[in-house]
């Protein structure tokens, strides 16, 4: 399985965009599926989760209220909807999944990358 991730920019504050991460070779309908996040200098860190039925959704505190994660599965797609950006979000914006029991996501996508400015 490949997973791309797509939609970043570059976006004044306050702006939204939608990251997609589109999945090829297989299906992820049975992953749960994130999106993680790695700013300048800093380490990787979790944004969003959602259940491979997108009946659960999981969220790090600085974006709940602000991000929604969802998935088709039908396209074999994970989205990022992020409202109300701040600067403090910029960085490079990962996809990831997780097969189901297993504790740690194995798959990883190529990031894009995503600029707020003030």
């Known amino acids: 399985v490949q997973l791309q991730a797509s939609g970043g920019g570059l976006v004044p504050a306050w702006a939204s965009l939608r990251l997609s991460c589109t999945a090829s070779?297989?299906?992820?309908?049975?992953?749960?599926m994130g999106w993680f996040r790695q700013a300048p200098g800093k380490e990787r860190e979790f944004v969003a989760a959602i259940s491979w039925s997108g009946e659960s959704t999981i969220y790090a505190d600085f974006v709940k209220g602000r991000f929604t994660i969802s998935r088709d599965n039908a396209r074999n797609t994970v989205y990022l909807q992020m409202n109300s950006l701040k600067p403090e979000d910029t960085a490079v914006y990962y996809c990831?999944?997780?097969?189901?029991?297993?504790?740690?996501?194995?798959?990883w996508g190529q990031g894009t990358q995503v600029t707020v400015s003030s």
């Open positions: 070779g297989r299906s992820i309908n049975e992953y749960n």
């Open positions: 990831a999944g997780r097969s189901q029991g297993a504790t740690q996501y194995r798959l």
